[in-house]
């Protein structure tokens, strides 16, 4: 393929995301396949010669259409959302097209720079104290990760190194595997499952701290397991704070979780992967309250800011505490504005070595939405969660199981979770709708998420005559049943 027939089959492949996006309501939206259906749609090895652009783009609908979950589909449910909008997607495009891989500044200047900048900007749209901004000479800042989990496990990495230095600091007669076999890293029994997969990389112990009736860790809970470990001689050096659970969106105490982590010496980390988008609103940056305290912080725009998977967002107040323990200098990486204290090198900051130019779409999306179209967007959805909620509580039949605070509804039949399991069958039967439940202690209970960009109240309703139907005749055939026996 040529630049001429680029331009002519790119055209066509915008056209046909164009369709595919503006009509994504017609489609399913959960796919009708058993696993292994893709295998004979396709040949056993690649073609020998070369296809034409025609054979490959009609295979798309043939081929790949019928196995995809539809995530942006205003009947999608399911999960949290995944953000995407037109700036955005034109420009990954770009990114692609520049292609360079920003392990350093001198590997293309403007892919590390632009991203500083967006930290920055980003930071203060969720007024972010000002040790957590790069600025023009900040010890901070902030830098793009691929996900959540990864921000989390840098943090548990650059966590563990700093307290083993500090350790073998004041007690040289340890080694560093003494030191590793006694350090145990803690979150909420509601944190997400890739905190304690941060510690199984990390290789070290990983506790959960009970939370309340709200699902939230308050203060009382973790210094009770601090003091416990202490005691048996482990060493605390890792305590992940979650805003938004990911089961029923709760909210640790920061402001009780703070001073006690900060006391002991302890790295708090925030993961505010979904709900930290909504700190762009006035009204919900309340939730942030204790970031102060924090040594790292992450969210995602890519779930809930309309910028396209993947851009994590996460900042730390001290940038050396990540560049101490990652930073290897292999002469083919060097460049002479190293030393400046000038430029940022983010293969520092990350696992992988490359990067990609993913500050573009922050930049796009953040300049042609604005901070006002941007917050009308999160505030919609919010809205549109309410207005689930107010119909879920006007049917005697069900029952709301946590407060519900930004875009997530937890529901369920009152009754046994055999019931619950029973109707969400039926919701995946009827694939007209796609949610995903979650346990909350003992009960199973249906998480009814708002995802979509072009959701509208019209969908909300939909969903919940669907939902309330599916459960009408649910429950007369569990009653007969039930008599039957």
């Given at each position: 393929?040529?630049?001429?027939?680029?331009?002519?089959?790119?055209?066509?492949?915008?056209?046909?995301?164009?369709?595919?996006?503006?009509?994504?309501?017609?489609?399913?939206?959960?796919?009708?396949?058993?696993?292994?259906?893709?295998?004979?749609?396709?040949?056993?090895?690649?073609?020998?010669?070369?296809?034409?652009?025609?054979?490959?783009?009609?295979?798309?609908?043939?081929?790949?259409?019928?196995?995809?979950?539809?995530?942006?589909?205003?009947?999608?449910?399911?999960?949290?959302?995944?953000?995407?909008?037109?700036?955005?997607?034109?420009?990954?495009?770009?990114?692609?097209?520049?292609?360079?891989?920003?392990?350093?500044?001198?590997?293309?200047?403007?892919?590390?720079?632009?991203?500083?900048?967006?930290?920055?900007?980003?930071?203060?749209?969720?007024?972010?104290?000002?040790?957590?901004?790069?600025?023009?000479?900040?010890?901070?800042?902030?830098v793009?990760?691929?996900?959540?989990?990864?921000?989390?496990?840098?943090?548990?990495?650059?966590?563990?190194?700093?307290?083993?230095?500090?350790?073998?600091?004041?007690?040289?007669?340890?080694?560093?595997?003494?030191?590793?076999?006694?350090?145990?890293?803690?979150?909420?029994?509601?944190?997400?499952?890739?905190?304690?997969?941060?510690?199984?990389?990390?290789?070290?112990?990983?506790?959960?701290?009970?939370?309340?009736?709200?699902f939230?860790?308050?203060?009382s809970?973790?210094?009770?397991?601090?003091?416990?470990?202490?005691?048996?001689?482990?060493?605390?050096?890792?305590?992940?704070?979650?805003?938004?659970?990911?089961?029923?969106?709760?909210?640790?105490?920061?402001?009780?979780?703070?001073?006690?982590?900060?006391?002991?010496?302890?790295?708090?980390?925030?993961?505010?992967?979904?709900?930290?988008?909504?700190?762009?609103?006035?009204?919900?940056?309340?939730?942030?309250?204790?970031?102060?305290?924090?040594?790292?912080?992450?969210?995602?725009?890519?779930?809930?800011?309309?910028?396209?998977?993947?851009?994590?967002?996460?900042?730390?107040?001290?940038?050396s505490?990540?560049?101490?323990?990652?930073?290897?200098?292999?002469?083919?990486?060097?460049?002479?504005?190293?030393?400046?204290?000038?430029?940022?090198?983010?293969?520092?900051?990350?696992?992988?070595?490359?990067?990609?130019?993913?500050s573009?779409?922050?930049?796009?999306?953040?300049?042609?939405?604005?901070?006002?179209?941007?917050?009308?967007?999160?505030?919609?959805?919010?809205?549109?969660?309410?207005?689930?909620?107010?119909?879920?509580?006007?049917?005697?039949?069900?029952?709301?199981?946590?407060?519900?605070?930004?875009?997530?509804?937890?529901?369920?039949?009152?009754?046994?979770?055999e019931?619950?399991?029973?109707?969400?069958?039926?919701?995946?039967?009827?694939?007209?709708?796609?949610?995903?439940?979650?346990?909350?202690?003992?009960k199973?209970?249906?998480?009814?998420?708002?995802?979509?960009?072009?959701?509208?109240?019209?969908?909300?309703?939909f969903?919940?005559?669907?939902?309330?139907?599916l459960?009408?005749?649910?429950?007369?055939?569990?009653?007969q049943?039930?008599?039957?026996?």
């Amino acid at each position: 393929m040529d630049a001429a027939e680029f331009r002519k089959r790119g055209k066509e492949m915008v056209d046909y995301i164009a369709d595919y996006l503006e009509k994504i309501d017609k489609r399913q939206v959960f796919p009708d396949v058993e696993p292994g259906y893709l295998r004979p749609l396709i040949p056993d090895c690649a073609p020998q010669d070369p296809e034409s652009f025609e054979d490959v783009f009609k295979d798309i609908e043939k081929i790949i259409m019928p196995g995809v979950t539809h995530w942006h589909s205003p009947y999608f449910f399911a999960y949290f959302p995944a953000a995407s909008s037109f700036p955005a997607l034109l420009a990954d495009m770009l990114c692609g097209g520049i292609g360079c891989v920003g392990f350093s500044w001198a590997s293309s200047p403007a892919c590390t720079e632009l991203e500083t900048v967006m930290l920055d900007w980003l930071g203060k749209m969720i007024n972010l104290p000002e040790e957590f901004l790069a600025g023009k000479d900040g010890q901070g800042g902030g830098v793009i990760q691929g996900s959540a989990s990864e921000a989390t496990l840098i943090s548990l990495l650059a966590a563990r190194t700093k307290t083993i230095r500090r350790v073998q600091s004041e007690k040289p007669e340890l080694t560093e595997a003494d030191i590793m076999g006694r350090l145990v890293a803690y979150a909420s029994d509601q944190a997400h499952s890739s905190v304690e997969r941060a510690a199984l990389i990390g290789g070290v112990k990983m506790k959960n701290v009970p939370s309340d009736d709200t699902f939230s860790v308050c203060g009382s809970a973790l210094r009770k397991v601090l003091e416990e470990d202490k005691a048996s001689g482990l060493i605390p050096f890792f305590f992940c704070a979650t805003l938004g659970t990911t089961p029923c969106c709760s909210f640790d105490k920061l402001l009780e979780l703070g001073p006690i982590c900060n006391k002991g010496n302890i790295w708090m980390h925030i993961d505010a992967a979904y709900a930290g988008s909504a700190f762009i609103c006035p009204e919900f940056r309340h939730l942030l309250n204790g970031v102060e305290f924090a040594d790292s912080f992450n969210f995602n725009p890519h779930k809930w800011l309309l910028v396209n998977f993947d851009c994590s967002a996460m900042w730390v107040k001290k940038r050396s505490d990540l560049t101490g323990a990652f930073k290897l200098e292999p002469l083919y990486l060097q460049h002479h504005h190293q030393e400046s204290g000038l430029v940022t090198d983010y293969r520092h900051w990350q696992i992988p070595l490359g990067r990609r130019f993913r500050s573009l779409k922050l930049w796009f999306v953040l300049r042609m939405y604005g901070v006002t179209g941007l917050q009308e967007h999160i505030r919609k959805h919010i809205r549109l969660s309410h207005q689930f909620e107010h119909l879920v509580l006007q049917d005697e039949r069900f029952e709301i199981c946590a407060e519900v605070v930004l875009g997530l509804v937890c529901f369920r039949l009152k009754g046994s979770n055999e019931l619950n399991k029973a109707l969400l069958k039926s919701i995946d039967e009827a694939k007209k709708i796609h949610l995903v439940p979650c346990h909350l202690r003992e009960k199973f209970v249906l998480r009814f998420a708002i995802c979509s960009r072009t959701v509208e109240s019209t969908h909300i309703k939909f969903a919940w005559q669907h939902i309330s139907q599916l459960a009408t005749d649910l429950l007369k055939t569990w009653e007969q049943n039930h008599h039957q026996q």
